[in-house]
């Protein structure tokens, strides 16, 4: 029942499958699980070796149980975070391997994350642009119009896609076909936008 136990004979609980068939008030061994919520992580196992005159009691089971459960949660909290890391790896490396420029901002509009074919297209290294404003790729050569709907676009939280005449870091420029996605948590707070552009030259060129 995942309940503390404590035993005379740690040897007669491993012969009966982890079951105890006695429940004393005191006993030489505490056999303890380690709960994560209701999930079963692991069991703490402690052996008294000082003798009958300092058996553990049901004080101990509670206390060594609170341990037992935190380092527990702790146990299990550090599983998510692994789980989490690797899923973010395997998203990273989707994006990486696209051929559509990638941005990522913050709602501030700093940028906080580009992908590979975006280094490529605009010539940065990402510890070089990483932290700018996303201004640094907009251009005089672009139409006024283009850029107030995505000012208005950006201020209400909506999506926008229009076709902007990028710069890159040399100065020299391109035009994009780009899309504007807000993220937002779970409270609804809008807290990056994601940029996903593609050059459009030989489209135009046509």
């Keep these: 029942r995942n309940l ?12 009966h499958n982890g079951l105890v068939r006695s429940n ?22 402690v052996r008294e070796r ?5 058996l553990f009691d049901r004080a101990d089971a509670t206390a060594l149980s609170a341990l037992a459960n935190h380092a527990a949660m702790s146990l299990e909290n550090l599983r998510l975070i692994e789980q989490l890391r690797d899923e973010a790896d ?12 990638i941005l990522i901002t913050n709602r501030k509009a700093s940028i906080e994350y580009v992908n590979r074919a975006f280094c490529e ?6 510890e070089e642009i990483l932290g700018s404003p996303v201004r640094i790729l907009a251009s005089d050569g672009t139409d006024p119009a283009v850029y107030e709907s995505l ?7 909506l999506p926008w896609r229009g076709e902007p005449l990028n710069q890159r870091q040399d100065g ?4 994009a076909e780009v899309t504007v996605t807000p993220v ?8 990056h936008f994601v940029c996903v552009g593609r050059d459009v030259s030989e489209r135009r060129a046509l």
Excluded: K, N, W
């Design 90 to 101: 395997m998203r990273l490396a989707a994006l990486d391997g696209t051929d559509d420029s």
């Design 121 to 126: 297209q605009h010539g940065y290294l990402p």
């Design 4 to 15: 503390p136990a404590m035993v005379e004979d740690l040897v007669a609980v491993f012969r």
């Design 151 to 157: 000012q208005r676009a950006f201020e209400a939280g």
């Design 24 to 45: 004393p008030r005191h006993g030489d061994t505490l056999c303890v699980p380690m709960l994560a919520g209701t999930a079963l992580v692991g069991v703490v196992v």
């Design 50 to 54: 000082s003798g009958p005159s300092e």
């Design 172 to 175: 020299s420029r391109y035009p």
């Design 184 to 191: 937002r948590d779970a409270g609804g707070e809008i807290r």
